[in-house]
């Protein structure tokens, strides 16, 4: 009966293979030329994650990160008139995240001592909304001078905040009444950051720096100057709890029928290569081949979609032999 199961669960995926689009088929030369000759925001319009690539090769990162700030990070806001983003170095902050990386780190450190402070702006700074995950990231790396960045920032803020306008959350009435579209449109208050969030946050991160002062008592104090409504719940992102990629976990070797010159040849051959790839595969129902990206060294990332989730898996070819790794799982 088990075999049957299984039977019929190949039988089942190879024809919803055979019932979808092919992949999408990239090689690594493609992607790093895309994004050097025009921008990290193409990559993005082609629905692709920068940071796949360093899954391939982890030593493509600082190209990666430096394409990444060959852009402004500005951007026009959709629907306001003399209003900008000025966005967050998101792939740069996952490299750093995600495998160790001192050059991404030291990129974050002159990026946030870039950022301006101000009482209202016409432009959203991406990076205040969310400032202690930031911050959390380079207290992870501590590079020299944090510290004494950070007390300065947290002095002038603070001096900001005593002339800065409360700043006003929506309840959660308000919020109920809201449609989805009307939640996206820009509001007066994104204009203005919250001087006294933003003090607190610092605080928090310079604690953990061991600064005297900057303690329990502090922290207690500023929080009641705070209007954000989930102030009680607040909790700094310790920097300590970032987890690198491990590519040692749900690690499957299959001894090929045939011998390939390259993995592009492999991944090209797509009848071939599903069939491989389904007995590497735990729950391979409905399983379909969503986006592979090879290069020359034999590796290639490989994203995959099903009925219930997605799936990323680093691939290997070693002579006859294709290694599996499983990346990253979604359940739905």
């Not at 919803?16 to 990239?26: D, E, L, M, R, V």
């Not at 030291?106 to 930031?134: E, H, Q, R, W």
């Not at 600064?211 to 909790?235: C, H, M, S, V, W």
């Not at 090929?256 to 991944?267: E, M």
Request: proline share 3%; aromatic share 14%; net charge positive.
């Amino acid at each position: 009966m088990k075999i049957f199961l299984q039977l019929l669960c190949t039988i089942i995926c190879i024809n919803s293979f055979g019932q979808t689009k092919p992949p999408k088929i990239w090689s690594v030369d493609d992607f790093i030329k895309i994004g050097y000759t025009k921008g990290i925001s193409k990559l993005e319009s082609l629905n692709f994650d920068f940071i796949n690539l360093v899954y391939i090769d982890s030593t493509l990162a600082k190209k990666i990160v430096d394409i990444e700030f060959k852009s402004t990070f500005y951007e026009k806001h959709s629907d306001s008139v003399g209003i900008y983003w000025y966005n967050r170095p998101k792939n740069t902050e996952e490299i750093a995240s995600k495998f160790n990386d001192k050059y991404a780190a030291a990129k974050l450190f002159s990026y946030y001592k870039s950022l301006p402070k101000f009482i209202k702006s016409d432009t959203i700074y991406g990076v205040y909304n969310n400032l202690d995950s930031f911050l959390s990231i380079l207290l992870y790396y501590n590079p020299k001078g944090l510290k004494e960045k950070l007390k300065k920032d947290f002095y002038e803020w603070q001096k900001i905040s005593k002339k800065a306008p409360i700043k006003k959350y929506l309840n959660q009435k308000e919020m109920r009444a809201m449609n989805f579209m009307e939640s996206l449109k820009l509001k007066k208050s994104d204009l203005y950051p919250d001087c006294n969030y933003l003090v607190f946050q610092l605080a928090n991160a310079i604690k953990l720096l061991h600064e005297p002062g900057f303690d329990n008592r502090l922290i207690a104090q500023l929080k009641k100057k705070q209007t954000y409504p989930y102030i009680d719940a607040y909790q700094f992102p310790i920097s300590k709890n970032h987890e690198f990629v491990n590519f040692q976990n749900n690690v499957i070797k299959i001894k090929l029928g045939k011998r390939y010159p390259n993995i592009a040849t492999l991944v090209k051959d797509s009848k071939g290569f599903e069939k491989i790839l389904l007995q590497g595969i735990e729950n391979c129902c409905a399983v379909r081949v969503y986006q592979i990206i090879y290069d020359k060294n034999n590796k290639a990332y490989v994203e995959t979609s099903r009925n219930n989730g997605s799936d990323g898996y680093r691939i290997c070819l070693t002579g006859n032999y294709l290694t599996i790794e499983e990346l990253w799982q979604i359940m739905e």
